[in-house]
């Protein structure tokens, strides 16, 4: 897997498509996700029972009795315990309109997933949009999918200024459900078995 991690940002620049200049319009589906960078021993260490909070004579001098307790290792540069490494994932593919008036596809699909700056894979994505046919003062149809964050929405909107975007439904729901939550776990337990019944 290394190894052809090393080689795979090279071929994933170099992609090219098959050309079809019908094709009108570019989806794109930009999301990040962070993967965990804890140690085994780390994982460990937060799966044991917690030990019983020592009372202390006020909240100044709590934090230091907790540091005695639960003495760490100095890490050392690029070691982290509970952040995650961000990964930038980007979906691109195009629609055409066929015979029977509907948009068919996907077409010419390709998912690429990197730990590179978030900033290099959205020059990516701006670099093969054009490639597909879609370039900066395209009058095709540009449509993206994003999970609300404003870092991307900013940078996307600048590399297309033309483009549509909509929030994508997933992150709307895990939303939706979280406010839902909030107002009552009565109406929360008959909204899940309504919504049982539908799916059976």
């Known amino acids: 897997?290394?190894?052809?991690?090393?080689?795979?940002?090279?071929?994933?620049?170099?992609?090219?498509y098959d050309?079809?200049?019908?094709?009108?319009?570019?989806?794109?589906?930009?999301?990040?996700?962070?993967?965990?960078?804890?140690?085994?021993?780390?994982?460990?260490?937060?799966?044991q029972k917690?030990?019983?909070?020592?009372k202390s004579c006020c909240k100044r001098h709590r934090g230091k009795g907790k540091r005695k307790r639960c003495k760490r290792k100095r890490r050392k540069k690029g070691d982290k315990s509970k952040?995650?490494?961000?990964?930038?994932?980007?979906?691109?593919?195009?629609?055409?309109?066929?015979?029977?008036?509907?948009?068919?596809g996907p077409y010419n699909?390709?998912?690429?997933?990197?730990?590179?700056p978030r900033r290099v894979m959205l020059d990516?994505?701006?670099?093969?949009?054009t490639k597909r046919g879609f370039p900066p003062n395209t009058k095709k149809k540009i449509h993206i999918a994003i999970d609300g964050e404003v870092c991307l929405?900013?940078?996307?909107?600048?590399?297309?200024p033309n483009a549509s975007f909509v929030l994508d439904i997933r992150h709307l729901e895990e939303k939706i459900w979280k406010v839902g939550r909030l107002?009552?776990?009565?109406?929360?337990?008959?909204?899940?078995?309504g919504l049982k019944k539908k799916r059976n």
């Not at 290394?2 to 170099?14: I, V």
């Not at 079809?20 to 570019?26: C, G, K, P, V, Y």
């Not at 929405?153 to 297309?160: A, N």
């Open 50 to 54: 917690r030990s019983k909070k020592e």
């Open 1 to 16: 897997m290394l190894g052809l991690g090393a080689e795979a940002s090279e071929y994933m620049d170099d992609y090219s």
């Open 183 to 193: 107002f009552s776990r009565k109406e929360l337990k008959s909204l899940r078995s």
């Open 109 to 116: 699909k390709i998912v690429w997933a990197s730990y590179a």
């Open 153 to 160: 929405m900013q940078r996307l909107s600048k590399l297309f």
């Open 83 to 104: 952040n995650g490494r961000s990964i930038t994932i980007v979906v691109m593919y195009t629609l055409k309109r066929e015979e029977d008036g509907l948009l068919h």
């Open 19 to 47: 050309q079809t200049n019908d094709d009108e319009i570019l989806v794109i589906e930009v999301d990040g996700k962070a993967t965990p960078t804890a140690t085994d021993e780390e994982l460990n260490k937060r799966r």
């Open 124 to 129: 990516w994505t701006r670099k093969h949009a």
